[in-house]
């Protein structure tokens, strides 16, 4: 048949029987009902969700890849009360459509199905674990509720799919009809899940009453959950976020002129959210999830669990803002998208302070930003910034990379003394500090080795840097920064001699 049945049994096929001398035996007519039926997503990523494309069964990497997106729904969409909407099996409101992809069921044939025939919607019980299905009630559902985009509650958007309900049948509209499907979402790609989600339609025929209807067709698509991405710092700002402690008053108020010369919003946490903890930048990091149909920044909320730790939820968490569990990492730029750079023990050492290991199959999972893992065990803190950062530069690769230097340290201590400036003092007057000349931290020899061995480690670092990034010693610069050595639990860190980055 080459079209779709307008009636139950509107086609026919009439079989002959015939005996050995050609003679008829019998005839037996097969009424046929042709019914097209096409289960569609964005497979080409163009925001047009198009009929029966060939690739949505599957999914491949890059532009030009192919296979549909799904956004974890990890907003609220509410002002008060708040908590993911992912944390709730209903739509509350119009707006949270748009976190959600939309998939059509077509459909085309008579205006019923024949008897006993059904459509079934069904999932696999993992996949049930990241993500629900929700459908309209009837097809002029979306239009009325477009005109009522603003309204509190909508009650036309029934669940279909969830963890808890594997299949369920879907209306068959009849004639030529489509129904759209709103797909949510529930948990980013991790160690245990690698982000793809199939979603099966069949109709299933009936055999005899006590006997289970058998599937004659199926058809189904792929989901891949958008991966977290983490923004570099080199960015242009948009927003800066800032603690407001008891004694930094002077730094805020420097900060506030900064951020108003500049023409850019500041947002501070006072000191009843913080309750002391000035690290921001420990306690959270930006990023976006992204698909064809809509984008929105998800707040990676640390593990650190400080006094900061309500912070992103309170104030950050509300419409296309999104909070999530994770780590506090470093990052550049490499090839429009970054890598991560995250802080580990030495690859030799039988112990040492790495990255939470959750944290980092998070990272790993998410695919588009490998990490890069590097020697931070040696300092005081461990973190990455205490050596390196990245700053915007308007040639080469749009950046650089600062990094601290021992040895562009000394090499200033040096001309200072040929200069004749070896009893200039540094600390003098800073309190809790002994001054101490410029010739005595030459002539300091505990100092020296301190040092050498700090350089080794940037050394190591650096290396990597270079190869896993494709730097060359034009896209870094080396600061002139001095460390020292403090005992901490029976070992040696580094801290800055000075401050540093």
């Not at 009650?155 to 499907?181: C, H, I, R, T, W």
């Not at 790993?364 to 020697?375: N, R, S, T, Y």
């Not at 730097?471 to 001699?497: C, G, Q, T, W």
Request: proline fraction near 6%.
């Amino acid at each position: 048949m080459g079209h779709a049945s307008q009636f139950e049994g509107d086609e026919k096929l009439s079989v002959c029987y015939y005996g050995k001398n050609k003679e008829v035996l019998g005839t037996a007519i097969l009424y046929l009902t042709a019914i097209e039926i096409s289960l569609d997503v964005d497979a080409d990523r163009d925001g047009i969700v198009e009929k029966n494309n060939p690739d949505k069964e599957s999914w491949k990497w890059g532009p030009n890849g192919h296979g549909a997106i799904l956004l974890v729904n990890c907003d609220s969409e509410k002002s008060y009360n708040k908590k993911p909407d992912s944390e709730e099996a209903r739509i509350s409101k119009v707006t949270d459509l748009k976190d959600m992809s939309l998939m059509v069921l077509r459909t085309r044939g008579p205006a019923r199905l024949p008897k006993g025939y059904k459509l079934i919607m069904h999932i696999s019980q993992g996949d049930a674990e990241g993500v629900r299905v929700f459908r309209t009630e009837s097809p002029d559902v979306v239009k009325n509720s477009l005109l009522k985009i603003f309204s509190a509650f909508v009650k036309d958007f029934p669940l279909v799919l969830s963890s808890e309900v594997l299949s369920q049948e879907v209306p068959y509209l009849g004639g030529s009809a489509e129904m759209n499907f709103y797909v949510e979402g529930l948990r980013f790609p991790d160690k245990d899940f690698d982000g793809l989600i199939t979603i099966s339609l069949s109709l299933l025929e009936p055999i005899r009453e006590g006997i289970p209807e058998t599937p004659i067709f199926t058809d189904k698509v792929v989901f891949r959950v958008s991966p977290w991405i983490m923004t570099p710092n080199t960015l242009q700002p948009v927003e800066v976020f800032v603690c407001s402690t008891s004694d930094n008053y002077q730094f805020l108020k420097g900060m506030r002129n900064l951020v108003t010369k500049s023409g850019y919003k500041l947002k501070i946490c006072h000191q009843y959210m913080n309750r002391g903890d000035r690290w921001m930048q420990d306690e959270l990091e930006f990023g976006y999830i992204d698909s064809p149909h809509h984008s929105f920044p998800v707040v990676l909320d640390s593990p650190r669990d400080g006094t900061l730790d309500d912070f992103p939820y309170d104030e950050l968490l509300g419409p296309d803002w999104v909070c999530d569990q994770g780590g506090s990492q470093k990052r550049c730029e490499q090839s429009g998208l970054v890598r991560i750079l995250i802080g580990v023990a030495f690859p030799t050492a039988t112990k040492g302070r790495n990255m939470t290991k959750v944290v980092q199959d998070f990272l790993w999972a998410q695919k588009v930003q490998e990490p890069v893992a590097l020697f931070s065990d040696w300092l005081l803190v461990g973190h990455i910034d205490e050596f390196m950062s990245f700053v915007p530069a308007p040639d080469r690769k749009g950046f650089r990379l600062l990094l601290a230097s021992p040895d562009a340290g000394y090499k200033i201590f040096r001309r200072l003394h040929n200069d004749g400036h070896g009893q200039a003092k540094m600390f003098d007057g800073v309190k809790d500090e002994k001054p101490v000349t410029v010739d005595e931290i030459l002539s300091d020899e505990n100092l020296r080795a301190e040092n050498n061995y700090v350089q080794s480690c940037i050394d190591w670092n650096r290396d990597v840097l270079k190869r896993e990034l494709g730097l060359d010693d034009d896209d870094i610069i080396d600061l002139p920064v001095l460390f020292k050595l403090k005992n901490k639990d029976v070992e040696y860190r580094a801290v800055a001699y000075y401050p540093d980055m």
